[in-house]
């Protein structure tokens, strides 16, 4: 009999699981885009290199040239950099599905501006990888600049088999730090539980600790992530809203089509 009562239950919830599975597969496939982007930079390393030492020294003009300080703090303490190793590599997919998929089941009536906002940082990403490709600080050895990555023996970007999948010049803006506050930023509009909210300055802090660290990232590629994530939730869903707002009620385009067919005959 319980088992009876439970098959109307289960039935009732297959839709949205369907429509959750649909999510996952559309975020994955998103994210394969991203990383697949190789190409998008291919035959441009000259201009990488070059937008490199722009980059470098306009940050030397503003003071914001911190990334070798910041790394010999890090490569002090070898748990630091395999911490900020493992957060950099592996946590910066599964952490905005996980985001996606809470917010999917726990606010389904905005997750259409999270998906909305999320694929405007994407976009906008990957449309400036092709305008200003950039080399990162793991390219200047002779600068100072330390691969952690390959020199704790972890996972190694420039390895000819993972080197296929992604885009080496796809620095400006870190969208590993966008997406990190995107989840930050979500989490402060969507929940009103604190516990939420530090878990998501946590994370995006150590993103951008992670990424600096690593030597993957410069600090004005952190703080254009940063500001494409905050300007996609505040103009993203301003425009969702605004559509919602001009689009005519259904109602109103059937009593409208009544109206019309009535006057018709």
Do not use: K
């Not at 239950?9 to 699981?17: G, I, L, M």
């Not at 990190?180 to 939420?196: K, T």
């Amino acid at each position: 009999m319980r088992i009876v009562r439970l098959l109307p239950a289960w039935d009732e919830t297959q839709p949205r699981v369907r429509a959750a599975m649909f999510e996952l597969g559309l975020m994955v496939s998103l994210f394969s885009l991203y990383f697949v982007t190789r190409g998008i930079a291919a035959g441009r390393a000259y201009d990488a290199f070059q937008n490199a030492f722009l980059v470098m020294r306009l940050e030397s003009a503003l003071g914001l040239a911190i990334e070798q300080q910041l790394q010999r703090i890090v490569l002090a303490t070898p748990v630091l950099v395999t911490l900020l190793n493992g957060i950099y590599a592996f946590t910066h997919l599964w952490t905005v599905l996980l985001f996606g998929t809470w917010a999917f089941f726990r606010v389904p009536d905005r997750y259409r501006e999270v998906r909305a906002t999320f694929l405007a940082i994407l976009g906008a990403g990957l449309l400036s990888y092709t305008l200003f490709p950039l080399a990162p600080p793991r390219f200047f050895p002779w600068r100072g600049f330390v691969d952690t990555l390959a020199l704790m023996r972890g996972v190694n970007y420039d390895h000819p088999g993972i080197a296929t999948l992604y885009n080496p010049f796809a620095a400006m803006p870190s969208l590993h730090v966008a997406f990190a506050v995107f989840v930050c930023l979500g989490l402060f509009r969507l929940s009103g539980n604190r516990l939420l909210h530090g878990v998501g300055m946590l994370y995006a802090a150590l993103m951008t600790l992670a990424v600096i660290g690593t030597g993957n990232h410069y600090v004005l590629d952190c703080l254009a992530g940063t500001a494409l994530a905050a300007a996609a939730w505040t103009i993203v869903p301003r425009l969702l809203g605004r559509s919602a707002r001009e689009a005519i009620p259904l109602p109103a385009v059937a009593v409208a089509r009544s109206r019309f067919g009535q006057d018709r005959s």
